[in-house]
């Protein structure tokens, strides 16, 4: 009876190895069948991780096209007021221009209208008389001849002037163009 209780131990260590080797072989298939689903789930992900990227970059890439048509567009605009802009101080420097020459060679006179009450309350009537074709203005109002000098300062403020409301205008249309 020895021998067949060693038999049935042996059996019994033999079938509990069978069995534990069978049970690693099953539970390492089972294993790689998960692993395997993890992979499958992992790369899936990964792709709809990928194309997520790709639409997000397609989308900034668009919004950086929009915003530098948006900005050339601004560009452009820019540059025709600051075209815009230098001509007009252009044709203001030539009309200023014109305007001193001619003063300059006694072509033109600036003179002022004088107060026809004030003259006649001081007892003099030391100006000349306007011209009755001249427009706007009524017969017999007297009127002053200015200095040379001072007709000359009185255009150089009015240059000063004038590109003044030009600079201002430009900056104006600069701001509102910004704006929008």
């Given at each position: 009876m020895a021998l067949s209780w060693r038999w049935?131990?042996?059996?019994?260590?033999?079938?509990?190895?069978?069995?534990?080797?069978?049970?690693?072989?099953?539970?390492?298939?089972?294993?790689?069948?998960?692993?395997?689903?993890y992979e499958q789930q992992l790369a899936a992900k990964d792709l709809a991780h990928s194309q997520e990227r790709e639409d997000a970059a397609v989308a900034a890439l668009g919004q950086l096209e929009e915003?530098?048509?948006?900005?050339?567009?601004?560009?452009?605009?820019?540059?025709?007021?600051?075209?815009?802009?230098?001509?007009?101080?252009?044709?203001a420097q030539q009309a200023q221009a014109r305007?001193?020459?001619?003063?300059?060679?006694?072509?033109?006179?600036?003179?002022?209208?004088?107060?026809?009450?004030?003259?006649?309350?001081?007892?003099?009537?030391?100006?000349?008389?306007?011209?009755a074709d001249t427009g706007g203005l009524v017969d017999g109002t007297v009127r002053a001849q200015l200095d040379?000098?001072?007709?000359?300062?009185?255009?150089?403020?009015?240059?000063e002037g004038d590109r003044g409301l030009i600079a201002l205008k430009a900056c104006q249309a600069y701001v509102s163009t910004l704006v929008r």
């Open positions: 049935g131990v042996l059996a019994l260590v033999f079938g509990a190895a069978a069995g534990a080797r069978l049970a690693w072989l099953w539970q390492a298939g089972e294993l790689e069948r998960q692993a395997a689903g915003q530098q048509k948006a900005q050339r567009t601004l560009e452009n605009r820019l540059q025709v007021q600051d075209q815009t802009h230098w001509k007009e101080m252009n044709d305007l001193r020459d001619r003063l300059a060679t006694a072509d033109l006179r600036l003179s002022v209208l004088l107060d026809a009450g004030t003259i006649a309350a001081q007892g003099g009537d030391g100006g000349m008389r306007a011209p040379p000098a001072h007709a000359r300062r009185i255009v150089a403020i009015t240059d």
